[in-house]
């Protein structure tokens, strides 16, 4: 018994390896803008490299920031309203 749970977990923790970079690969290559904001917030956590070099701006200027309050939104006072 003690065996098969080891074995089931090394299952689930290969399987989760696997998951995470399939996720990490799509997330990095995909040739859309992934964006993460947080829902609470509103700050922008992460986005992938397509998405920052398409909006030709530094990763510093956008991590850490309200989605609303970065250059590359239009119109911010709609933006935040749809946003909360």
Sequence with gaps: MYFTEISDHIFVQEALVNAETRYKHLFDFVKDGILF????????????????????????????????????????????????
């Design 37 to 84: 904001v947080d829902g609470t917030t509103g700050k922008i956590n992460a986005f992938n490299p397509f998405f920052i070099n398409s909006i030709d701006l530094s990763k510093e200027s956008c991590i850490g920031k309200e989605a609303w309050t970065v250059d590359f939104l239009k119109n911010i006072l709609e933006n935040k309203k749809v946003f909360i």
